[in-house]
Every structure is written in C-alpha cells, then in structure tokens.
C-alpha cells in the first residue's frame, strides 16, 4: 500500500478523486481498506461503496463498477439541507458531518438531497446515526492519500486538487446511470469504460443454436428470445440502486462488499 503521494497538499484548494472505470476489476481492496481505516463493523455503515450491477441480455451483456464514496461536490445540496449539521470545510472542500448532530433528523433531509446517496446510516431509525466518507482528511494533514485511492491494486483511482484532476484526465463528472453532476459539481473525474468490442468473430445465433441443444437430454430454451430478451426482475441487480429505501435494501445493493 503507498502511504504518500510525494506532494505536498495545499490547503484551500478544493480536492476530489479520479476514478478509471475501465480499470477497476472490482476486487474491493478499497472498500475494506475504508472500513479497516475507520475501524468499521460489518452492516449499513459503509462510508464507500462499490456497487456491482448487470445490464444488457447476450450476446451484449456487461458489467458495471461503480465507485461511489462521497464526491465532496463544489455546490453540496447536502449541507444546506441538514441545516447545520453538516459543513463544506475550507482547507479541502471536504462535506463533513457535525459528530455532535450526526444523530439529527436534519441527516435524513441531507441524505435526500444528495443525489448520490452518499450519505448511509447504521438503521433505519428515525434517530439513526448517520455517516458518510470525510476524504480522510485525517491522512491529508500528514500528506497522506486517502485509504482507498493508496489501496487501490488496479490503480484505478487517484486523488488530488481537483484543477490538477481536470488537467490530468478531463473533466468528465457525470457516467452511465450516475445523476447529473450539473447543479453540485462533484469533485470527481471519472474515465467511464470504453465502447464494448467483439474481439472474437462468432456467429451469436449459432451459439445460441448450440447452446440450446443437449441430445440426448431435453433443450435449455426453445427460443433465442428465452436468453436475448430478460424478463424484469429475473437478474438480481441489474440496475445502479443509490438511494434504497431500506437498510435491507441497502445491504443487498451492497452485498459484495461484505465479503
């Protein structure tokens, strides 16, 4: 793990994340290495996620990772609605939670403006306490990175004044089935996965012709359409969940990352 990033961080600039979605392979090294940091039990309280869903039938089938911690957003919609129990604080552009008010019913009026459902809670009591991920802004002050970005084996992420992001990887704050970064401008860069190729020729059809056949045994499907065309519901997660309306819910969205 690097425990520096050989710079030094200035104070008063606004900080965010890069996030390589072609290059991350899922494996959850960041998500555990957050939880280790905070010293966090398994449940809801997951400051970062990283969310696995399916989307497409075959032969255009495709999986999607999405990271999603909290993206520090210029314009946080979430501060003005907790009505003082959060903060955007000055040295980093960090969205810091007030520990003092985390337990405030004005939490629950931040989580619903915050269209990234960055911020999680550890039930779903109306007194629940919230969390949400500070940028370790702990690890800053000593000039080091945050603990997913120093995990990350796939280098998948990085970290920095967002300026320095934007001129580095673009300036592209807004992916496939994420909200519209328009009105918070999130502190985040993302490259989002290149166009899906056929790097082997093959007849799709005959696959499925193949596919279909079992002699002597009875066939899988009758009809191409029976693989091409899913019925809703029948995959599990096939589609990007941020704002569950349970704990439950949340940890099935979530589930990967309690293993």
């Known amino acids: 793990m690097s425990s520096t990033t ?13 996030f390589d979605q072609q290059r991350c392979i899922a494996c959850k090294t960041c998500v555990v290495a957050c939880r280790d940091w905070l010293d966090l039990p398994a449940g809801p309280v997951k400051p970062l996620r990283l969310y696995e869903y399916e989307k497409g039938a075959f032969p255009n089938v495709r999986l999607f990772f999405e990271f999603v911690p909290c993206y520090h957003c210029v314009n946080p919609v979430c501060v003005t609605a907790a009505n003082g129990a959060m903060m955007k604080e000055p040295k ?16 629950r009026d931040a989580w619903k403006a915050c269209p990234y459902g960055s911020i999680v809670f550890d039930s779903d009591s109306p007194n629940a306490t919230a969390y949400k991920c500070n940028m370790c802004i702990d690890r800053l002050t000593q000039n080091l990175q945050p603990v997913c970005v120093a995990s990350c084996s796939s280098r998948a992420l990085d970290f920095g004044a967002l300026d320095d992001l ?3 990887y673009g300036t592209v704050n807004q992916i496939d089935d994420l909200p519209s970064g328009a009105t918070t401008t999130p502190a985040v860069v993302f490259k989002p ?14 696959a499925l012709q193949l596919l279909a056949k079992r002699d002597p045994y009875p066939p899988l499907f009758n009809s191409a359409t029976d693989v091409t065309n899913i019925p809703a519901g029948m995959v599990g997660r096939s589609k990007l969940v941020l704002k569950p309306s349970s704990t439950a819910e949340f940890m099935a969205t979530t589930k990967h990352d309690e293993g």
């Open 6 to 18: 050989g710079t030094t961080y200035t104070q008063g600039k606004q900080y965010g994340f890069f």
């Open 166 to 168: 934007q001129k580095k």
């Open 193 to 206: 996965h290149a166009d899906k190729k056929q790097l082997v020729s093959y007849d799709a059809n005959a």
């Open 92 to 107: 980093f552009g960090a969205v810091l939670i007030d520990p003092t008010k985390a337990s405030s019913s004005f939490m």
